[in-house]
């Protein structure tokens, strides 16, 4: 089965917010960069998603100049598909679903930023179209909400996704089955 990973909101945007000093793991970039790297590895499609809310004078406005993905992350290939979304999930406002068709892909693994917002959104709807879906636990954050921390969101979305939308997995876990020292 050919498998893509989809680099969900890996986004400066974020770190214009003043929440960024919250954010659970501000060095998100490193575990998504072994992630990529393991992908290509493998030969697997890498498909990076970037959220957008033009006329919204957000950091996530176009005009803000902050929709460009996190310096430290590795930059994508040259054939790898950059998309630009507009709603929480990565399907809806993109064409995300006609690249994974196209590809003959068959399972996703999901990453990136808002692990309860965008990541698990995508990866329910992942699920719901039929792809074998992954949730890379640890190559996603998110800050703290409602009074819960973002360790309990995190454990709330594995609870919430595991078994019925999708696997959870870390990059370690991956990697080790993949037989590669990346993760």
Not at 6 to 13: G, K, L, M, R, T
Not at 32 to 51: I, K, S
Not at 107 to 122: D, K, N, S, Y
Request: aromatic share 4%; charged share 25%; net charge negative.
């Amino acid at each position: 089965m050919k498998r893509a990973l989809i680099v969900i909101d890996v986004q400066e945007s974020f770190r214009a917010l003043p929440s960024w000093e919250r954010i659970g793991n501000p060095r998100i970039a490193e575990p998504v960069n072994r992630l990529v790297r393991l992908a290509r590895a493998n030969g697997d499609l890498v498909v990076w998603v970037l959220h957008t809310a033009p006329g919204s004078d957000t950091p996530f406005d176009p005009e803000s100049g902050h929709v460009r993905f996190l310096a430290e992350l590795d930059e994508p290939a040259p054939d790898e598909p950059v998309l630009r979304k507009t709603v929480h999930n990565a399907f809806t406002t993109t064409n995300l679903q006609h690249l994974l068709t196209r590809a003959g892909v068959g399972e996703v693994w999901v990453c990136g930023i808002r692990t309860e917002q965008c990541v698990e959104t995508t990866t329910r709807l992942a699920s719901d179209l039929g792809y074998a879906a992954v949730l890379v636990t640890d190559a996603t954050t998110t800050n703290p909400l409602g009074g819960l921390t973002v360790q309990e969101i995190v454990e709330r979305t594995e609870v919430a996704l595991r078994d019925r939308f999708a696997r959870i997995a870390t990059v370690a876990e991956l990697a080790a089955e993949q037989g590669s020292s990346t993760g």
